[in-house]
Structures are given as structure tokens and as C-alpha cells.
């Protein structure tokens, strides 16, 4: 964290993205440091400084309901999650494939349908009990088809958000706004949600324990999360 907060005290600009969303962000020592985060793929723009939302993208409601029927149709045995920023919504399934830790604060959906009208989804996250990430992510990506974007950060879950919301876009934006060229942008990431930052930014960075997909996209490969790979790489960069 005192890496992170260096960049700032030289005038570098600094934007966390991650596939969590507020709720989970929260629970790292910290987080209010980080100050402006990208969460959920990009659907939402949070301030952990003040803890507050500054914007975000969510599904509309039919729209997400039916690619919802679209995905128990096409994979019957899909455990579903719906993700608001301050509470995860789940259905049996998921809380049987979840240890209870991950789960604090979630609750069992009455019904996906009344979810999604009442509240404002951000994000879908889809596991199996047979399936890994990268064989459930093409079921999926065709169930929200026009509908969401589908990535895993995981080797476990599927993430969907809103169709036009990714940590690229949302964070080439924000850059931009700020007076920032994506030439100029350094970029860390480890799993396949981070390739759309790799293709905008100016070099990207994967650590040495990333996915496959995106040791091959990296510009550089760095020691691994668990060596401090992103800090040990930005103290020498600046």
C-alpha cells in the first residue's frame, strides 16, 4: 500500500480495477487509501475514500432476467450469483459451492426475477459444480449475448456485466478525463479480465503466476503476486 501511495506523492495517477465490487473491496486493510477503484469489470466507479459510489452501469431488468433463463436452460446445473455494489444476491447452488467467509453479508434471492427489478445489478457471477471457468465461459458469453460481458478472474466463477462496461473501457475513460494518454499507462494484471488493459495501455505487466492468456499478451513479466511482483516493479519504475 505505502508503494501505491508513493505514485501519487510524485504526481503519477493511480486507478486500482478489479472484478470486486464495493462490498468486497472493503474488507481489504486500506482500502480507503486506494481512493478512486474501478469495481466489477468496470461497471462501477467507487471511492473507497469516502465509500461511496460515484457512478455506475447496471443491467436492465428484462434484459437480464431472460439471459438468466437463456443460462438454467443451457446449463441446468449453472450456481448463480447476482451482484449489487453493497450485497450479493444467490441461489442454492452457490451457497453450497462458497465457503462461508466468502459469503459474509450475502443473501439467499427470493427469486432472480424480483432481484433484478428491485435492485440495481452490476454483475453476474456463474459457477458449476463440474465446470471450470474456461469451459463455462462460452455457455455463458451466449446466454448474455447482447446482454453482458462474460470474463473470469478466477479459475472458479464467471463474471458478467453489462454490455459497453469493462475495466478497459471504464478506465481509458477516466484517463482520458484526467489528461491521460493510454501510451503513457503502465498496466498489472494476472487473468484474462485484464486483457482489454493490456491491449489499451502503453506496456503491460503480468505477474509470473498469471493465466497463460496473459503471459503471452504482457510486454514484461514480473515476479509473482506472492514476491511482490507489482510493488517490487513500481519502486523500480519510479
Known amino acids: 500500500m505505502a508503494t501505491l501511495c508513493a505514485t501519487r506523492e510524485i504526481g503519477v495517477p493511480l486507478i486500482v480495477a478489479t472484478s470486486r465490487t464495493p462490498r468486497a473491496v472493503r474488507r481489504i486493510a486500506g482500502h480507503e487509501l486506494l481512493r478512486t477503484v474501478v469495481c ?12 461511496d459510489v460515484l457512478e455506475q452501469t447496471s443491467f436492465e431488468p428484462t434484459a437480464l432476467t431472460a439471459a438468466l433463463e437463456r443460462l438454467t436452460r443451457q446449463v441446468p446445473d449453472a450456481a ?14 452457490y451457497l453450497a459451492q462458497r ?65 459497453g462496461a469493462t475495466k478497459s473501457t471504464t478506465v481509458e475513460r477516466l484517463l482520458t478525463d484526467a489528461g491521460h494518454a493510454g501510451e503513457s499507462a503502465v498496466v498489472f494484471g494476472d487473468m484474462p479480465n485484464d ?44
Request: a negative charge; glycine letters at 8%.
Open 40 to 51: 466489477a469489470n468496470g461497471a462501477i466507479v467507487w471511492s473507497g475514500e469516502r465509500d
Open 80 to 93: 448463480i450469483a447476482l451482484l449489487s455494489a453493497d450485497t450479493m444476491f444467490l441461489d442454492a447452488r
Open 99 to 163: 465457503s462461508k467467509k466468502g459469503l459474509a453479508g450475502a443473501v439467499l434471492a427470493p427469486s432472480f426475477g424480483q432481484v433484478a427489478n428491485e435492485h440495481a445489478v452490476v454483475a453476474v457471477a456463474v459457477r458449476h459444480p463440474s465446470l471450470v471457468a474456461e469451459e463455462l465461459l462460452a455457455p455463458v458469453a451466449a446466454a448474455f449475448a447482447d446482454t453482458g460481458e462474460a470474463t473470469f478472474a478466477g479459475t472458479a466463477a464467471v463474471d458478467v456485466v453489462p454490455s
Open 195 to 238: 486483457l482489454g488493459l493490456f491491449a489499451y495501455s502503453g506496456w503491460a505487466c503480468a505477474v509470473a503466476n498469471a493465466h497463460p492468456l496473459v503471459l503471452q499478451a504482457a510486454d514484461e513479466v514480473v515476479p509473482s503476486n506472492d514476491d511482490d511482483g507489482v510493488a517490487r516493479t513500481i519502486r523500480r519504475l519510479l
